[in-house]
């Protein structure tokens, strides 16, 4: 019996589903889970920085029977499965857990961060791992430098790094990504999961909810009382979030999400599944 975790991502959707399902693979280690994602290069980066030992591309989720045994336990983050869809998952898998649904959203990875104050007041901006339509260049038009340090995304083009510097202090490595959420204080973001990751670390994050994007759980954003802007231009983000750390508003308080009941779960249906297969 195995422990699958499927992460839709891709070029035009980012890394976002990628670092929670890495998040959980943490936390279940002892399962010697298999990540699945919808992009080889998600997987790739996901054993380099994220921790995972294992790792497959399947281009969709419904390709996962190919791979998987019925009886298999499945934990995955996609809006690939219809109800239909679902139906048969869950009478293909012994356990089957939906990230956002059975799961809470609000995952992160405390195998990588950690809290601690950071009392150096950074400023960075990451726009997140996807820009498939080069929006931030073009909310960069016209505009100025600005005092503040750019984090690279994943899936940017090619050269974008060339063309974005004018516009930022510096522009930092997609690499840097742990260490600029973990010791930014005042994190300027289009992802949802890395806001939250900047509230556990203890930072202010302030969210800048994209044109080009649907946030389906924005409500987290909302329940923490983080700052949301919306502006068509760099220089009006910019000095709205200026504006905002000058009196950043108190955050509600923030746990990571606890899944000892599905690893508790997960435990006593392998151990099981071994009983019957060593009789």
């Not at 302030?206 to 946030?215: G, H, L, M, P, S």
Request: hydrophobic share 40%; aromatic share 12%; with cysteine.
């Amino acid at each position: 019996m195995q422990v699958y975790i499927y992460a839709k991502s891709g070029h035009s959707l980012g890394l976002d589903a990628t670092r929670r399902c890495a998040s959980i693979a943490a936390l279940l280690q002892e399962f010697d889970p298999i990540l699945c994602t919808s992009d080889f290069r998600a997987g790739v980066y996901a054993k380099e920085y994220l921790g995972i030992k294992k790792y497959v591309s399947v281009d969709v989720l419904s390709n996962l029977p190919n791979i998987m045994q019925r009886g298999d336990i499945l934990i995955y983050d996609s809006d690939e499965a219809s109800d239909f869809m679902e139906k048969h998952m869950r009478e293909f898998c012994s356990l089957l857990y939906k990230i956002g649904t059975n799961i809470p959203f609000n995952i992160v990875n405390t195998s990588l961060f950690e809290p601690k104050i950071n009392t150096n007041k950074t400023k960075a901006l990451f726009f997140g791992d996807d820009d498939y339509t080069n929006l931030l260049l073009t909310l960069c038009q016209n505009s100025s430098k600005h005092n503040l340090a750019l984090l690279m995304g994943h899936y940017f083009f090619l050269g974008n790094e060339t063309k974005l510097a004018p516009y930022f202090s510096s522009v930092l490595e997609e690499e840097e990504y742990i260490q600029t959420i973990q010791n930014t204080k005042y994190l300027l973001s289009s992802s949802i999961n890395a806001c939250l990751e900047s509230v556990y670390c203890g930072n202010s994050p302030v969210f800048y909810q994209r044109a080009d994007k649907n946030y389906d759980q924005i409500e987290w954003i909302e329940k923490l009382n983080i700052p949301i802007i919306k502006a068509d231009s760099l220089k009006d983000i910019v000095n709205g979030f200026e504006e905002i750390i000058t009196n950043y508003p108190v955050l509600s308080d923030f746990e990571a999400v606890d899944v000892t009941w599905a690893c508790a779960n997960i435990k006593e249906t392998v151990e099981k599944y071994n009983q019957i297969m060593s009789k």
